[in-house]
Antibody, heavy 123, light 106 residues
C-alpha cells in the first residue's frame, strides 16, 4: 500500500534552517509528482511547493519562494524540503502528498498524504 | 493565483441530515476540483476528484457537482463518522489552492 512518511520536523529559531524528508513506498515514486502542503495550528491547508515526477519542474507558493527548495531523489524514493530563513509564521504541520496523475499528464488531485511532521519556529 | 472560497465556514447538522457545502473559484477551473475530509490530528482524505468522481472506497452518500467556478459537495444522509472539516482544492494549475474549509459539527 502507498505510504508517505515525513521526518525532520522540530523546534528551530527564527532565521535558521531545517530540512524535511519524505520517504515513499508502495508505488512507483519516479512516476508521480509530489506536493508539500502545510497546516498551521488550528488553521486550514496551505500549499507550499510541487515537484514534477522527474524533478525538472518545481513550483512554489509566494510565501516561501526564495527561502524553500523542493527536491527529490528518485532512486532513493525520497522527497525533500530545504527550509531556510525560517519565520514564526512557518510554524505548521508539513505534509508530503502524492498526486494521482501519472507522469507528465498535468496537475492532479492529491490521492495520498503522509501523516505530517511538525515544524515549530520560535525563539 | 486562483482563490477559493467556501460556504458556510461552519455547519451544524444532525445525523441523517442532507448537507451541502459550496466552493467557488475566482476564475474558471473547468472540473479540476477535489474535495477532502479532515479529522482532528489526521491527514486529509480524498473524497471527490474532477468535481464529481467518487474516490474508490468513499461511501456513495458523498457526491460532488459543478464546473467552471461553482461547485458543491453533498452528503445525502449525514453519519456520525462524517463530522469533520471539508476542504475544496483546485488543481487547474500546479500551484494548487485550497478553500478555507467547512467544519461540520453536531
Amino acid at each position: 500500500q502507498v505510504q508517505l512518511v515525513e521526518s525532520g520536523g522540530g523546534v528551530v529559531q527564527p532565521g535558521r534552517s531545517l530540512r524535511l524528508s519524505c520517504a515513499a513506498s508502495g508505488f512507483t515514486f519516479s512516476s508521480y509528482g509530489i506536493h508539500w502542503v502545510r497546516q498551521a495550528p488550528g488553521k486550514g491547508l496551505e500549499w507550499v511547493a510541487f515537484i514534477s515526477y522527474d524533478g525538472r519542474n518545481k513550483y512554489y507558493a509566494d510565501s516561501v519562494k526564495g527561502r524553500f527548495t523542493i527536491s527529490r531523489d528518485n532512486p532513493k524514493n525520497s522527497l525533500y524540503l530545504q527550509m531556510n530563513s525560517l519565520r514564526v509564521e512557518d510554524t505548521a504541520v508539513y505534509y508530503c502528498a502524492k498526486i494521482g496523475v501519472y507522469g507528465a499528464a498535468g496537475p492532479g488531485e492529491i490521492d495520498y498524504w503522509g501523516q505530517g511532521t511538525l515544524v515549530t519556529v520560535s525563539s | 493565483d486562483i482563490q477559493m472560497t467556501q460556504s458556510p465556514s461552519t455547519l451544524s447538522a444532525s445525523v441523517g441530515d442532507r448537507v451541502t457545502i459550496t466552493c467557488r473559484a475566482s476564475q474558471s477551473i473547468s472540473s479540476w476540483l477535489a474535495w477532502y475530509q479532515q479529522k482532528p490530528g489526521k491527514a486529509p482524505k480524498l473524497l471527490i476528484y474532477k468535481a464529481s468522481s467518487l474516490e474508490s472506497g468513499v461511501p456513495s452518500r458523498f457526491s460532488g457537482s459543478g464546473s467552471g467556478t461553482e461547485f458543491t459537495l453533498t452528503i445525502s444522509s449525514l453519519q456520525p463518522d462524517d463530522f469533520a472539516t471539508y476542504y475544496c482544492q483546485q488543481y487547474d494549475t500546479y500551484e494548487v489552492t485550497f478553500g478555507p474549509g467547512t467544519k461540520v459539527d453536531i
